[in-house]
C-alpha cells in the first residue's frame, strides 16, 4: 500500500546539466537497497531542471530515504551541481497504480 511520497526540485548549475543527469542515474543504484522505496523515478523537466518523485507506505519508510543515501549525496554534493538548494515536497497519495498493485 503506497500512502506518501516525495517530490524533490533541483536546478543545475550552467554546465552541470549532464553531470546532474548522471548523479540521478547513478542515485538508482542505492535507491535499489532501500525496502521502503515501492517506486523511484529520477526525470528531466527542461534544460536545467531536475527531479525525483517516489512513493512509500508510510512515513517512516520515507523519513528512512530522506536520511539514506541518496539524501546524503544530494547534501555532499548539491554546493557543486545545483544553483540552488533543492526544494522538497512531501505529498499524501490519494490513489495509485503500480505492477501488480493499487489503491
Same mark, same amino acid.
Given at each position: 500500500m503506497i500512502e506518501v511520497a516525495l517530490s524533490v526540485i533541483v536546478q543545475a548549475k550552467p554546465g552541470k546539466? #549532464? *553531470?546532474? /543527469?548522471? =548523479?540521478?542515474? %547513478? &542515485?538508482?543504484?542505492?535507491?535499489? !537497497?532501500e525496502q521502503g522505496t515501492q517506486a523511484? =523515478? /529520477?526525470? !528531466? +523537466? *527542461?534544460k536545467s531542471t531536475f527531479g525525483i518523485f517516489d512513493v512509500f507506505p508510510n512515513d517512516d519508510a520515507r523519513r528512512t530515504h530522506l536520511s539514506g543515501g541518496v539524501g546524503q549525496a +544530494? &547534501? /555532499? !554534493? %548539491? %554546493?557543486?551541481l545545483f544553483s540552488a538548494e533543492p526544494s522538497i515536497q512531501n505529498i499524501n497519495v490519494l490513489a495509485? #497504480?503500480?505492477p %501488480?498493485?493499487?489503491g
Open positions: 546539466e #549532464k *553531470d546532474v /543527469a548522471d =548523479f540521478l542515474r %547513478g &542515485a538508482r543504484s542505492i535507491v535499489e !537497497q523511484w =523515478f /529520477a526525470l !528531466q +523537466l *527542461d +544530494l &547534501a /555532499a !554534493q %548539491g %554546493g557543486e495509485y #497504480k503500480l %501488480g498493485e493499487s
